[in-house]
């Protein structure tokens, strides 16, 4: 690459990113209002406090932020800082996809990409908040994957093997998704898979084609493993500090109290052998029961153990679109480089 085309390259980015962040800007209101059920195309933006009108030099993306130093010109409430970070991860995924999937070149591929990538991140915000995901969301994600394969068709003409593979992955993974969910809700009666993550599959599925499809699957459930395992530990060392709880001091405080119930067993006196002892066992017993929970092991309780915090717990659901959106967005830039990658090392190999 010559300078010429370096500074071209640059020039574009920026540009790119400009629009990414405004287009950004316009995510944040639907991000605000679908799950409410407000008509995103009437109304002028306002602030969610205290209600105020927005002017147009209140709503430079990023920019209005920044100056504004992170409150409303009018009631000087906090703005989110969702608003900002939703803004610039636009911004910066337009500039990736630009850079990475097209090799930074203007394509018509890009509308889609930009399409999927901008979803993506609106179904993640409503999801994590609400448990929500619009339909609409992975209806675009689905027409974007469908203008980026009449590209393909366009250019390098139409491939049987290419639509088939499309096909399979807008049925495999939402087809596998749908079933866990019906076994799921026979044997336990809850509602573990929603209907927005299998949609979500199969728009995703033919945008990606099944092998990126099922890459996209293992890293959000991954991530998602990952995730809930530290939100649950952040979440259940948060209460216990609120209410003024110190999880070690609980537990040794618990096994002095067992120890000392042992003690008093032991000590039955020996004229009235069988009541005492009846009177011990049953304390100790009960001590027992109490702090079976808290001495499992230390390790469990840095994760927030399922048993010792099961029924705090119960109810509160971790959403899985986000981490199924972060598969995605990964599987669209890496998936075919892994799976590239995976039939030169590990097929190749084996049939040398």
Known sequence: ???????????????????????????????????????????SSFCPHCKHDLKWYDLFPLFSYIFLRGKCRYCKAKISPQYPIVEALNGIM??????????GELKPELVGYFII?????????????????????????????VEIYICDVIRNGFDKDVLIEKLIGLVLISGVLFLLGIIFEKLKGIEAIGGGDIKLMAAAGFALGWKSAVLATLFGTVFGLIFTLVYLSVATRKEQKEKGLNPKEEKKK???????????????????????????????????????????????????????????????????GPHLAFGIALALFLGQRIIQWYIDMVVDGLMN
């Open 254 to 320: 618990k096994k002095e109290e067992l120890q000392k119930a042992r003690q008093e067993a032991q000590k039955a006196e020996p004229v009235n052998k069988i009541a005492q002892k009846v009177k011990a066992q049953r304390a100790l017993e009960k001590k027992e029961e109490e702090t079976a929970e808290d001495v499992i092991e230390e390790a469990e309780e840095a994760v927030g153990d399922e048993n010792e915090f099961g029924e705090e717990y119960h109810g509160k659901e971790v959403p899985f």
């Open 94 to 103: 337009y500039v990736l996809a630009f850079l990475f999937l097209t090799g």
């Open 117 to 145: 990538l901008s979803c993506l991140i609106v179904l993640s915000w409503t999801d994590f908040k609400h448990n929500i995901i619009p339909d609409s969301m992975w209806i675009c994600i689905l027409i974007g994957g």
């Open 1 to 43: 690459m010559n300078s010429f085309e370096l500074i071209q390259e640059i020039y574009l980015s920026v540009v790119i990113f400009l629009i990414g962040i405004v287009i950004g800007s316009f995510l944040n209101v639907l991000i605000y209002r679908l799950p409410i059920g407000l008509d995103f195309k009437k109304g």
